[in-house]
């Protein structure tokens, strides 16, 4: 059964205090691994697609990158403004559904 | 351009009543998505239309979940019956052909009291 699993639950930074968020996944034949940013009483925003193990993205103080269990989301000198959840998604098989994991709950303190 | 819209925002209901909830999907995205977000819980897949046509609905959870997108646009989704455990965030999602990143709507809070 396809999965994803994303650690911590939460983190509280300080600003410019820089992190990484994790998401671990298994699937069959992987098409894609998404990350969205969830504000509070809002729908998930697009962030980034990755492919293929070994790619990279970069969207301001945030990196993407992947491997073939995992991807992480790179936050640098982050900023109160960054706060809110962060989902990874894949979409797997045959089918274009996304399965997401249950996000992280990132604070940046300023 | 505009993104995804969805009517109501908030909708409070009682048990056992029928409900509608209506997508307006980005203009010229062919793929649409339902899904459900419970709280604490990331978005769970519901339906995905192909055009007009369903093309996976394996994420309904039983025959009182029903969706439907006559013109290959607009989505609406009908919960008959209503139970206490329905209430949730439905979030739609429209892609350009499926293939691409699904671009969400900000969503319909239901709440069957």
């Known amino acids: 059964e396809d999965q994803v699993t994303q650690s911590p639950e939460a983190l509280r930074l300080q600003e410019g205090e820089s992190s990484s968020l994790n998401c671990s996944y298994t699937?069959?034949?992987?098409?894609?691994l998404f990350w969205y940013r969830q504000d509070p009483g809002k729908g998930p925003e697009f962030l980034f697609t990755l492919y293929s193990a070994g790619e990279e993205k970069e969207k301001e103080r945030l990196k993407a990158t992947l491997t073939k269990k995992e991807s992480f989301l790179h936050i640098t000198a982050p900023k109160p403004e960054d706060s809110a959840t962060y989902l990874c998604?894949?979409?797997?098989?045959?089918?274009?559904?996304?399965?997401f994991g249950t996000g992280t709950l990132l604070a940046v303190q300023p | 351009g505009a993104g995804v819209s969805q009517t109501p925002s908030n909708k409070v209901t009682e048990k056992g009543k029928y409900v509608e909830l209506r997508c307006d999907p980005i203009s010229g995205h062919t793929a649409l998505y339902w899904y459900r977000q419970s709280l604490g819980q990331g978005p769970e897949f519901l339906i995905y239309f192909q055009g007009t046509g369903a093309a996976d609905d394996s994420g309904l959870p039983n025959d009182r979940f029903f969706a439907v997108r006559p013109e290959g646009s607009v989505s609406t989704l009908k919960i008959q019956r209503t139970e206490r455990g329905d209430s949730a965030v439905y979030l739609c999602?429209?892609?350009?052909?499926?293939?691409?990143?699904?671009?969400f709507g900000p969503g319909t809070r239901l709440t069957v009291t």
């Open positions: 699937v069959s034949g992987l098409r894609g």
């Open positions: 999602a429209s892609s350009f052909d499926g293939s691409g990143e699904q671009y």
């Open positions: 998604a894949v979409r797997s098989g045959a089918t274009n559904k996304l399965i």
